[in-house]
């Protein structure tokens, strides 16, 4: 009998009710309601018990109505990969996919997570933490950094309000931008390399695709934009050790925090052989065009059973 990592075996999940909880009320709504749709259609398509829903104000009373038995977290940005909807679902008793609520907030917030990768000794670039844009305005001559910087908000995903800044221009702008979000703003050293990113599922590297972006770095366009010229080559195309060396990365970001299922890192490889690990997704995007499933294609895990697997591992985490 297959059991999966937590237990559930899948003839006990397919008695269950399944509730696919996408959408929501962040930046990343139109990318969740896609990966919402994705994996209700894979799960269904193995014959899973599956209802969609979409994540508002009333998720209490919907799962309640709904009679939902386990939660598959299709949810991205803040309310749903930040810790509040799995802290939501610890209290109904009811089991999730992905990580935990300490994880989620955690890895939601790039500040915080930089910390502890300093802390773990995984390689991340230079950096500078401001509380309010004039702040961070006032301290542009003294970065501890020369141009070109990133800036970027703390507490958003699908590379929302990230800015790449030649000159003080552009980083007053980008500041701007980037205080209409959650968060304190965070200010990184431009680190310029290869773009890479590390897939991990169940505490298991599954490898490292890499991202051309036609555009100057893998944004939000280049990332879902249909036609944004982005090729994937997977496995990348690193050196040997270089590849294990992301590999190493990414599984310790992943250990780091404590995260639980599949996530996926952003990573920077430098013409010198050095690594960088920029963030961490807890919750990765599973649409079409998402990096983690053509990871797990690319190791012979398809996407019904990539959606299944991780439904597999659903549990309680407090």
Not at 131 to 144: G, K, T
Not at 222 to 244: C, I, N, V
Not at 264 to 281: C, H, K, P, Q, Y
Request: charged share 25%.
């Amino acid at each position: 009998m297959t059991i999966g990592p937590r237990g559930f075996t899948p003839a006990e999940l397919k008695a269950k009710r399944v509730g696919v909880l996408y959408g929501g009320l962040s930046s990343e709504r139109e990318v969740s309601l896609r990966t919402g749709a994705a994996v209700a259609g894979a799960l269904k398509g193995l014959g899973y018990d599956v209802v969609e829903i979409d994540v508002g104000k009333d998720l209490p009373a919907r799962l309640i109505a709904e009679k939902v038995d386990v939660a598959w977290l299709a949810l991205h940005g803040r309310f749903g990969e930040d810790g509040c909807v799995q802290g939501l679902l610890e209290a109904m008793f009811i089991p999730y996919t992905g990580s935990g609520v300490m994880a989620s907030a955690v890895g939601m917030d790039k500040v915080y997570a930089k910390e502890i990768f300093v802390a773990r000794g995984i390689p991340t670039p230079p950096y500078r933490a401001f509380d309010s844009a004039e702040v961070a305005l006032a301290e542009a001559d003294r970065l501890p950094f020369p141009f070109p910087v990133v800036v970027k908000p703390s507490r958003e995903g699908s590379s929302v309000g990230v800015h790449i800044c030649k000159t003080r221009e552009d980083y007053t702008a980008a500041v701007q931008d980037a205080a209409k979000y959650a968060g304190t703003l965070l200010v990184e050293q431009f680190i310029k390399g290869r773009e890479v990113q590390g897939g991990v599922l169940d505490n298991e590297a599954l490898g490292v695709i890499e991202v051309k972006a036609a555009r100057e770095f893998y944004d939000y366009e280049a990332k879902y934009k249909a036609g944004s010229g982005t090729q994937y080559l997977f496995p990348a195309p690193l050196p040997p050790d270089l590849y294990a060396r992301v590999n190493e990365v990414s599984l310790g970001a992943h250990k780091a925090l404590g995260c639980s299922g599949g996530s996926r890192s952003d990573v920077i490889v430098t013409e010198a052989g050095d690594v960088f690990l920029l963030e961490i997704n807890t919750l990765p995007g599973m649409t079409a065009s998402s990096l983690l499933p053509k990871i797990a294609a690319g190791r012979g895990i398809d996407f019904p059973a990539l959606c299944e697997r991780l439904l597999q591992g659903a549990s309680l985490k407090a």
